[in-house]
């Protein structure tokens, strides 16, 4: 299969370009550099050279608080941008796989969320990715992976970042990171995620909206307790609450995610304690 995969240099799209390559995939990857994706011109250009039989689309305005300042940059990346990938996928008949976010929800259950709960987006950001999924799901045979608190790297992928990398360097040097004890995650490891992506475009899983988390939840604290017990080093922790950090954008406090529907389509997603011993490894 000629899969493009777009935001290829990102910590998930590096993923999943070796994934599928590793899988015997044909993988044409795509940067920033090689073209703009909220340009619907040059989107179409570059897909009509490739011929693509799927669009991965990796590629993502994240700056949860820059989006508060930036809401036209956000909404051309994560939301136009789509719609140009998705026509584009339409013309080829090809699939197209989008990645969304949990902060389309509020965070106001207190049961993870399924794909039938309603969004109810608190930021800028939020808004722009639910937008993205909109767009996306206008396109026969799409599917849109909401994923959450990235952590990993693949084997030639960028170095970790994001929440996870920061505590994990910190506990390793000694220090005391700040960890949230009152918001609930699903983190998702993006080998995983990377994974399931390859075998969603292998199989004749319906396509539609799919949340593609580690199975169960759990908080920031536990999370980095865990992390911090694998990696064999003191859990010097800093408690903190969402309502003692300041800012720009709301954060949903309970985000935990179902991927019932996924693994009932035949997708098991491992636990995040399997994914975060995997993650440690690695970095050992």
């Given at each position: 299969m000629?899969?493009a995969v777009?935001g290829?240099?990102?910590q998930?799209?590096a993923?999943?370009a070796?994934?599928c390559a590793?899988?015997?995939?044909?993988i044409?990857?795509?940067?920033?550099a090689?073209?703009?994706?909220?340009?619907?011109?040059?989107?179409a250009a570059?897909m009509?050279?490739?011929?693509p039989?799927a669009?991965v689309n990796?590629?993502?305005?994240?700056?949860?608080?820059?989006a508060?300042?930036?809401?036209?940059?956000?909404l051309?990346?994560?939301?136009?941008a789509v719609?140009a990938?998705?026509r584009?996928?339409?013309?080829?008949?090809?699939?197209?796989v989008?990645?969304?976010?949990?902060f389309?929800?509020?965070?106001?259950?207190?049961?993870?969320?399924t794909?039938?709960?309603?969004?109810?987006?608190?930021s800028?950001?939020?808004t722009?990715k639910?937008?993205?999924?909109?767009?996306?799901?206008e396109?026969?045979?799409a599917?849109?992976l909401?994923?959450?608190?990235?952590f990993?790297?693949a084997?030639?992928?960028?170095?970790p970042k994001?929440?996870?990398?920061?505590?994990?360097q910190?506990?390793?040097?000694g220090?005391s990171?700040?960890?949230f004890?009152?918001?609930?995650i699903s983190p998702?490891y993006v080998?995983?995620a990377a994974?399931a992506?390859?075998?969603?475009?292998?199989?004749?899983?319906p396509p539609?909206l799919?949340?593609?988390?580690?199975?169960?939840?759990?908080t920031?604290?536990?999370?980095?307790?865990?992390?911090?017990r694998?990696?064999?080093?003191e859990?010097r922790l800093?408690?903190?609450r969402l309502?003692d950090?300041?800012?720009r954008?709301?954060?949903?406090?309970?985000c935990?995610?179902s991927?019932?529907k996924?693994?009932?389509?035949?997708i098991?997603m491992?636990?995040w304690?399997?994914a975060?011993?995997r993650?440690?490894k690695s970095?050992a």
């Amino acid at each position: 299969m000629r899969i493009a995969v777009v935001g290829a240099r990102g910590q998930l799209g590096a993923a999943i370009a070796e994934e599928c390559a590793a899988a015997a995939h044909e993988i044409v990857t795509f940067t920033r550099a090689d073209f703009d994706t909220t340009d619907d011109t040059a989107v179409a250009a570059v897909m009509a050279r490739v011929r693509p039989e799927a669009i991965v689309n990796g590629s993502a305005y994240t700056n949860v608080d820059g989006a508060e300042d930036a809401p036209v940059t956000a909404l051309n990346v994560n939301a136009l941008a789509v719609r140009a990938l998705a026509r584009a996928a339409e013309t080829h008949a090809a699939t197209l796989v989008h990645f969304s976010t949990d902060f389309v929800f509020d965070g106001t259950a207190s049961a993870p969320y399924t794909e039938q709960d309603r969004a109810n987006p608190r930021s800028v950001y939020a808004t722009s990715k639910l937008l993205g999924e909109w767009f996306a799901l206008e396109t026969p045979g799409a599917y849109v992976l909401r994923v959450e608190s990235l952590f990993g790297r693949a084997a030639a992928g960028p170095e970790p970042k994001g929440s996870v990398a920061g505590i994990h360097q910190a506990l390793m040097a000694g220090q005391s990171p700040p960890v949230f004890v009152d918001r609930t995650i699903s983190p998702t490891y993006v080998i995983d995620a990377a994974r399931a992506t390859r075998k969603l475009l292998e199989s004749s899983v319906p396509p539609g909206l799919y949340h593609c988390v580690n199975s169960g939840s759990c908080t920031w604290l536990e999370f980095a307790q865990e992390l911090a017990r694998l990696a064999g080093v003191e859990p010097r922790l800093t408690p903190v609450r969402l309502s003692d950090v300041p800012l720009r954008a709301a954060r949903p406090l309970y985000c935990a995610l179902s991927n019932a529907k996924l693994r009932d389509a035949g997708i098991e997603m491992p636990s995040w304690q399997d994914a975060l011993a995997r993650y440690v490894k690695s970095r050992a």
